[in-house]
Every structure is written in structure tokens, then in C-alpha cells.
């Protein structure tokens, strides 16, 4: 059996739940009551603030409680959509068409995929921005849970958005309360051994917000690449000096003009009375 979520944290999010039940109710359902109690009778008034306060209290409890829940869903949202996208895609297209000509197109898509370097190049990309999340919570778990003894309100950051970078990946994270930067900058190598890449970089990512913070992974070097050069052209066709191109500003050295008149040297002061 997968627990989905920890016991410790079902529990602790039940006693949220119950909290924000009672406080929601309570703030509308006096609200509502107080409101109404100018236009009504106090008795109707009364009931009106109390059906307020358990339609408005039950979804905020509701909510509490299955937050756990939605954050084991949010981590898993990309790939819910593309296994959705993959299992449900052909079967609607063989529906709507004949099922050869569905399975057709899906050959015919996988091949694209597969020889296309410039697709193959962007589904590796982001493939890897879906890794990095994964890798990045599993991470983050670890650094929270050894400063547990020292840090015991922490809870693992949100994981908003990834992209591929030239160099890597660049993941923004939101951090929860009992959390600041500072508690992951010492833990940068780690991060980058977590992610399996060559180097990690945490910075502020918002002057404003102090719990958005952006983390940056280097898993190859961009400009370590070859670049030819087009003056390579020339080297088949060049016969002999005079015809290797000569860039004009580049002064000329070492010329014998005739018309133009030669500086005699400066004597020394002591040379002349």
C-alpha cells in the first residue's frame, strides 16, 4: 500500500481543518447575523448567520484537509496531463476516425519525435525540467528533515515552474514559512548532486517577495562548442600570398614611400654649446 501522505502530516492538517472550520463559521456566521439582524426578525437573523457560517466553514475546512492531497497532485500535474494526453489522445482520434489511421498518426508523431534532433533536443529539455522537480523535493525533504531539531515549523517549499536554459534548467520555488534563503545556500552542492548536474546557483528572485527564490542548474557548458568559421573557405582557394585577403585596417609595416619626407632624429640636449 503507497502512502500518499505521511500520518503526522494527516493529523496535523486535520487539527488545521477543525481550526479553520470553527474560525471561518464563527467570523461569518456573527457577520451575517449582525447584518441581518437590521433588515429581520433576530430570531431568522440568527439562522441566516448560522447556515453562512457551515456554507462558507465546511469549504474552508474541506480545503485544509485535502491540501496534502493537492500538493501530491500539483507535483504530479505535468505528468498526469502528458499520460492523459498520451492514453486518451489516440483513443479519442480512433474514435472520432478509423483506428489504422489513428495509429498511423501516432507512428508518424513517434518518428518525428525520434529523428528530429531539433524536437528530440526540446522533449529532452523538458523531460529533464520534469525530473528536476522531483529531484528538487526530494532534496528539499532532506535538508528540512536534518534541521528538524533545530527549525520544527519548516515544511517543504512549493515548486512552481521550471524551464530549460541553455546551460541547464531554471526552477522557481516559493518558500514556506520557517524558511529563508539562507537556509539553502549552504546546501547548494547537495542540490546539484540531487539533480545530477555539475552545479547549482539559489538567488532572490523577486526584490519584492522574499520567499520566491530561483534555482539555477548547470548540466553542460554552452559556449564549450565549435564554431566554424567561414574564413575556413578561403584556405582551398589561396594560391599564394598576394592573394590572401588582407583586412584594410590593418596599417601597412615595413613600405618604402619615396614621398614622404623622412623626420630627422631629435639630438640629445648635451650634444650642442
Given amino acids: 500500500m503507497i502512502t500518499v501522505v505521511d500520518p503526522p502530516v494527516s493529523a496535523s492538517y486535520a487539527r488545521k481543518a477543525r481550526v479553520a472550520f470553527f474560525a471561518v463559521s464563527s467570523v461569518v456566521g456573527v457577520s451575517t447575523a449582525a447584518v441581518s439582524a437590521v433588515f429581520l426578525h433576530p430570531v431568522l437573523a440568527v439562522a441566516l448567520g448560522v447556515v453562512a457560517g457551515l456554507?462558507?466553514?465546511?469549504?474552508?475546512?474541506?480545503?485544509?484537509?485535502?491540501?496534502?492531497?493537492?500538493?501530491?497532485?500539483?507535483?504530479?500535474?505535468?505528468?498526469?496531463?502528458?499520460?492523459?494526453?498520451?492514453?486518451?489522445?489516440?483513443?479519442?482520434?480512433?474514435?472520432?476516425?478509423?483506428?489504422?489511421?489513428?495509429?498511423?498518426?501516432?507512428?508518424?508523431?513517434?518518428?518525428?519525435?525520434?529523428?528530429?534532433?531539433?524536437?528530440?533536443?526540446?522533449?529532452?529539455?523538458?523531460?529533464?525540467?520534469?525530473?528536476?522537480?522531483?529531484?528538487?523535493?526530494?532534496?528539499?525533504?532532506?535538508?528540512?528533515r536534518s534541521s528538524a531539531t533545530r527549525n520544527r515549523s519548516a515544511v517543504l517549499p512549493l515548486i512552481l515552474w521550471a524551464r530549460p536554459t541553455p546551460a541547464g534548467e531554471r526552477v522557481w520555488v516559493w518558500l514556506r514559512p520557517g524558511l529563508d534563503q539562507s537556509d539553502l545556500e549552504g546546501k547548494t552542492g547537495k542540490v546539484a548532486v540531487s539533480c545530477w548536474a555539475g552545479e547549482a546557483r539559489i538567488v532572490r528572485a523577486s526584490p519584492r517577495f522574499a520567499a520566491l527564490v530561483r534555482v539555477d542548474l548547470t548540466r553542460r557548458d554552452p559556449l564549450a562548442g565549435t564554431i566554424a568559421s567561414p574564413l575556413a573557405v578561403f584556405i582551398g582557394h589561396i594560391r599564394n600570398e598576394a592573394a590572401t585577403p588582407v583586412s584594410p585596417a590593418v596599417p601597412p609595416v615595413g613600405l618604402d614611400l619615396a614621398d614622404v619626407p623622412e623626420v630627422p632624429a631629435e639630438q640629445p640636449r648635451g650634444g650642442r654649446r
Fill in 55 to 144: 456554507v462558507c466553514g465546511v469549504p474552508a475546512a474541506l480545503v485544509t484537509l485535502a491540501w496534502p492531497v493537492l500538493r501530491v497532485l500539483w507535483w504530479w500535474s505535468f505528468e498526469a496531463v502528458i499520460v492523459a494526453f498520451v492514453v486518451l489522445g489516440p483513443a479519442l482520434l480512433a474514435d472520432l476516425t478509423h483506428p489504422l489511421l489513428a495509429l498511423g498518426f501516432v507512428l508518424a508523431l513517434a518518428g518525428v519525435c525520434a529523428l528530429a534532433r531539433p524536437v528530440r533536443c526540446w522533449l529532452v529539455a523538458w523531460s529533464w525540467c520534469l525530473v528536476v522537480r522531483h529531484r528538487l523535493r526530494v532534496c528539499f525533504a532532506d535538508v528540512i
